[in-house]
């Protein structure tokens, strides 16, 4: 039973670009989180997917937008990139109000 | 919104030895609590959780106590071994919004032996 899976791994972007990150979700879980996690601090909610819609969003700008797919896999696109968007990104999945379960994530830097 | 504070940041302690974390919530509406472990290029694990229905939940080594009066909970380990070294993150999150999680800073836990 695959959990959690993220890719890339890594990923290097110049300032201004824009970034695709991918996740799948644990094997019958319909809800996908996204974080960010800045070097030495705790993980920061994004926005949490379900049913293909943008159910809660946190405090992020609007140049962070996501997508869900029918299997329940989803996207974070991340646009006109600066050098504070450097963080490892952590994709979650869930099923109702069962405990999220964390990929290993995307480290991106931004030079 | 949600603020939760962790501490210690960092905490070391002798194999065999107890350790503790605690960390603090501010929105008395949260009523869940989840631990998170994160090891050196891993995303976070979850270890343990607890819903405000209940005071104490425990898993061999691993217990957590929820004080929700005072808006604290903690991480208690005992018999640490070296594989216990990581950090650890407490949360928070309300009823209906379990994928936002408020996390704390993490605590660095070093078991040596």
Redesign the interface.
Known sequence: DAG?TQSPTHLIKTRGQQVTLRCSPKSGHD?V?WYQQAL??????IF?YYEEEE??R?NFPDRFSGHQFPNYSSELNVNALLLGDSALY?C?S?LG?S???????TRLTVT | GENVEQHPSTLSVQEGDSAVIKCTYSDSASNYFPWYKQELGKGPQLIIDIRSNVGEKKDQRIAVTLNKTAKHFSLHITETQPEDSAVYFCAASGLGSQGNLIFGKGTKLSVKP
């Open positions: 959690v809800t989180s030495g601090q705790g993980p920061q909610f949490q159910r809660q946190g952590l979650a869930s109000d405990p999220l379960h964390f990929g290993n994530g």
